[in-house]
């Protein structure tokens, strides 16, 4: 049982937290058979003396490490803790085959800023199909503990990838983007790119120029709506394009 | 200019903060702004010096009162503050007339324990002209600081209020309760309650022996929404029903 704070697989996970760089933390039973079920190479697990009892993980057991009570309790998030947090290594996206799927719409987030909600974006890709998601520069990290925690799994098994304004438009596909207040109000069911910007100003300027301007119909009693909210209604209604569901 | 933490205004702004029973905290010029024209009660606006200098709000100015900025810190949101709070006595509900609007449908929250997504709820109840927000036992307070902020003002004109389950019975209202996997998939356009249950356990029970299940159609790929975008869909599409928008 590991009681130091010194030890390295202790400061490495808190480290992963704070940085999730090139190291990814998931937390829960669940959630680390479901990573190590999608693929995601483990680098070490760890967990407390009662979860370990309940514990029936495929890790091989030279990866995985008890930790005392005290000392997990600062690495492991109040709400959802149940003992195991598992430390991946970071997954690399396809970028050569990342566009390949075009019967149905990416979703791009442009200074997306707040982890919950791009987190929830992608747990809205996975719900409705969507291709893959695309952090543009300036938007939370997807694999930041929060996004991870908010995407509710779907982190492991939805496409997400990096890129620059530049690369995105060199893709050629359709570009769409969220405004409030906008005339048209559907997306196509794909061979395109839903661009989602930031609560405060929106979808940035050099893409709201190249993008066609779309919106959710709502009362004028608000000044626009909670992006999360906004990607739910804009992909499901492709997904019912789609797939012919209502 | 106050500088201890003894000060009286101080204390109720911080005590509010944990509480928010009879008083409730509004951050910012223009949630304040807003909160005095709904016609919110007053009872102190604290603010730093630089936002004196730019305020002009319509106060009595003897309920003005001026935090030096460390102070100030210690009771304002980091992320949002510009320098003012108001404290304001809680609206009382009118619940003689909460249910006097019969041509749109109402939100129940059962459980929804974050107050995030129950804040949104309350921002989507105005932008899809719900015609109110109930708050059940066990649901999150919707005038605590994260819910207030997540409705972004929203909580200033939509009318809510808290009730039991058996006063919710009492209301002879059609009852829906969202549920993953349901076949149902709209709602009608008024005289109904939607009751939204918490992440883990749904709704409860009681009330879904008695409600219409409905639900929203997504891929096998998750177990359920998120309910602040199960909510977005469902009122959406109640408020397209009701208005012929789309």
New interface residues.
Partial sequence: VITSRDNRWFRRVRDALREHDAEIVIEGPKAVRDALAAGWNPIAVLCTEPALRRLELETPERRLYVLARELFREIADTKTSQGVIGLFERPLADRVRFFDRRDSIFVALDGVQDP?NAG?VV??A????AAGVIALPGCADLFSPKAVR?S???IL?VPVTGMTVEQLLETGLDLYAAAAGATR??LPAGNAILILGSEGSGVSSPLRQRATAVS????R??????V???A??LL?RS??TR?G??
Same sequence: chains 1, 2.
Wanted: charged share 15%; glycine share 6%.
């Fill in positions: 919950g929830t747990r809205l996975a719900a409705f199909d908010a509710a799994g779907a098994t109000h559907d959710v119909a709502t009362t009693n608000v000044e626009s709506l909670n999360a909210a906004a739910a209604i499901w997904f019912c797939t569901r209502e």
